[in-house]
């Protein structure tokens, strides 16, 4: 059974909340270095470091 953050389909299920799925910044084509870049954040990797970012879209 999912848990702790798993996505249900990598256990053959339906999402149990598919109102709160969010795409990846990178599905749609978003270069995300880039675009932190231009946006001045500071953003580096170094080795296996995880970073975790997020981008707010208003129309």
Known sequence: MPGGGRAAFLFGLP????????????APGID?????????????LQGEEVVYTGLVLIE
């Open 15 to 26: 999402c149990r909340n598919p109102g709160q799925a969010r795409p990846s910044m990178e």
């Open 32 to 44: 995300v270095l880039a675009t932190a870049r231009v946006a001045g954040l500071p953003f580096f």
